[in-house]
């Protein structure tokens, strides 16, 4: 097992699947964490749950990453809490798949400012924290919505692209400091994201063979931290999808149409 022992780790979205494991599996690694998640209910357990079992320290800040003035509130919170963060993983995103006949405006604008303004901001805020850690990473939560385009989630597909170009550029910009970036590409995945992105259920009973369960996706997460590693993409075979799709696109489109209409 590695040991994270005196690192400290800041996780959004923490308060279930993916970010609750990850919480989960870095204070049994030795990591004190700061959690980020709109239920204080459900932080507070997991912060009594994780201090109890473990000998590691935990803070939890309660906070709506669609509200810009609570957010920027919150992050300028930990700077002055924390001058050293040794790295920062923002999971927390969701999506709505419509048509863009469809979709609203509010849910198009709720977005983008939880899934890339929001992601955006809590590196611009803490990136002197990030740079007082010796090799600090940063990992940011993408998705293979943002590689490849299916109807239906135009607007969820252009915020994971943004994620993605955004990470890009940044691992350029700070690569003098010292500061890793990652991007993490997931196919479906097994947790609560779908209760938003897909109500009737349709879409997970189309892919349901084909999920991760969240518990592969923190176990590469974690066996990536602090290593200079430019993208996590699970599963594999869409990795090799995406490959395909970017040298061919529209004999992919034509060849995979009825997978890409399964929303």
Same mark, same amino acid.
């Given at each position: 097992?590695?040991?994270f022992l005196n690192k400290t780790i800041l996780i959004t ?14 204070? @049994? ?17 997991l912060k009594q749950s994780l201090e109890n079992n473990y ?77 007082? @850690? ?14 490849? @385009? ?114």
């Amino acid at each position: 097992m590695r040991n994270f022992l005196n690192k400290t780790i800041l996780i959004t979205g923490a308060s279930s699947g993916i970010g609750e494991g990850l919480a989960t599996s870095l204070a @049994a690694h030795g990591a004190n964490l700061i959690l980020l998640a709109r239920s204080t209910d459900k932080l507070d357990a997991l912060k009594q749950s994780l201090e109890n079992n473990y000998s590691i320290h935990c803070d939890v800040y309660s906070v709506d990453l669609a509200n810009r003035k609570a957010r920027t509130d919150t992050f300028k919170k930990i700077y002055q809490q924390y001058p050293t963060i040794d790295a920062l993983i923002n999971n927390a995103g969701f999506g709505i798949f419509d048509s863009i006949e469809e979709a609203k405006i509010s849910d198009i604008e709720q977005m983008f400012q939880v899934n890339v303004l929001s992601l955006v901001e809590s590196i611009q805020q803490l990136l002197p924290s990030l740079s007082a @850690a010796k090799k600090g990473h940063i990992i940011n939560i993408a998705s293979f919505a943002g590689k490849i @385009a299916t109807p239906k989630s135009s607007i969820y597909g252009a915020t994971k692209h943004a994620v993605l170009g955004f990470s890009n550029a940044l691992r350029l910009e700070i690569e003098q400091q010292d500061l890793y970036v990652t991007t993490v590409n997931l196919g479906p995945v097994k947790t609560n994201f779908f209760q938003t992105a897909d109500p009737s259920g349709n879409y997970q009973k189309n892919v349901e063979r084909y999920m991760l369960y969240p518990n592969d996706v923190v176990d590469a997460i974690v066996h990536a931290l602090f290593k200079r590693k430019r993208e996590i993409n699970l599963p594999k075979w869409m990795e090799i999808g995406s490959r395909l799709y970017h040298l061919f696109p529209v004999m992919t489109e034509r060849l995979l149409k009825k997978q890409f209409n399964k929303k």
